[in-house]
């Protein structure tokens, strides 16, 4: 079984910064892509940032410039930091992985419970 558990969320006013984190465990035997998502009340989950094992990235267009998305292979995290945030950016933010639990396996994505971002004006 793989968990995820996020932190860092909180509520920061435009301009100001937050760096999440998501660390994962459980038994794992390799990490793949891993990324954060971000959904607000009524829309769909929508991708910001992911970052494959070979440590390609990709970024959402409205966050380009602002975030940063990085990770611990040896602490098995995955980060993003966040700055200059707007209001526009107040959402819950969920990580998700790709992993599977032995070689054998196939890789599954999996889901941490979301962290809330508040950003005020």
């Known amino acids: 079984q793989v968990q995820l558990v996020e932190s860092g969320g909180g509520l920061v006013q435009a301009g100001e910064s937050l760096r999440l984190s998501c660390i994962v465990s459980g038994s794992i035997y390799s990490l793949d892509t891993m990324g954060w998502y971000r959904q607000t009340p009524g829309n769909q989950r929508e991708l910001v940032a992911t970052?494959?094992?070979?440590?390609?990235?990709n970024y959402a267009d409205f966050v380009k410039g602002r975030f940063t998305i990085s990770r611990d292979f040896a602490k098995k995290t995955v980060y993003l930091q966040m700055n200059g945030l707007n209001p526009e950016d107040t959402a819950v933010y969920y990580c998700k992985v790709r992993a599977r639990y032995s070689i054998r396996s196939v890789f599954n994505d999996y889901w941490g419970q979301g962290t809330q971002v508040t950003v005020s004006s």
């Open positions: 970052l494959t094992g070979d440590g390609s990235t």
